[in-house]
């Protein structure tokens, strides 16, 4: 499971959208979300080579949004599905 956290021009863009469109292209589960700092949040899981695979695909997608980024490991969550959340 990895946490991300997004920063740029990444809010207003459908970044959520298509953050959840993409998921739907892979085996993984979790979240997107804005955060009231501008930052999106991304939650994902799944195996490693797939969740890698899914963020180098939105990488590549959004490249035009995206300013910078961090990541960390962080324990499963046990979701079921990727959805956006408020």
């Not at 298509?18 to 892979?26: F, P, Q, V």
């Not at 939650?43 to 963020?55: I, K, N, P, Q």
Request: proline share 2%.
């Amino acid at each position: 499971c990895k946490r991300v956290l997004y920063w740029g021009r990444v809010q207003g863009v459908g970044f959520r959208y298509t953050t959840r469109s993409l998921a739907h292209g892979y085996q993984v589960t979790g979240f997107v979300r804005n955060l009231v700092n501008g930052q999106v949040e991304l939650v994902v899981e799944g195996e490693s080579d797939e969740v890698a695979r899914f963020l180098d695909a939105l990488a590549e997608r959004m490249r035009d949004y995206i300013k910078g980024h961090t990541s960390e490991d962080r324990d499963p969550g046990g979701f079921q599905e990727f959805a956006i959340t408020p």
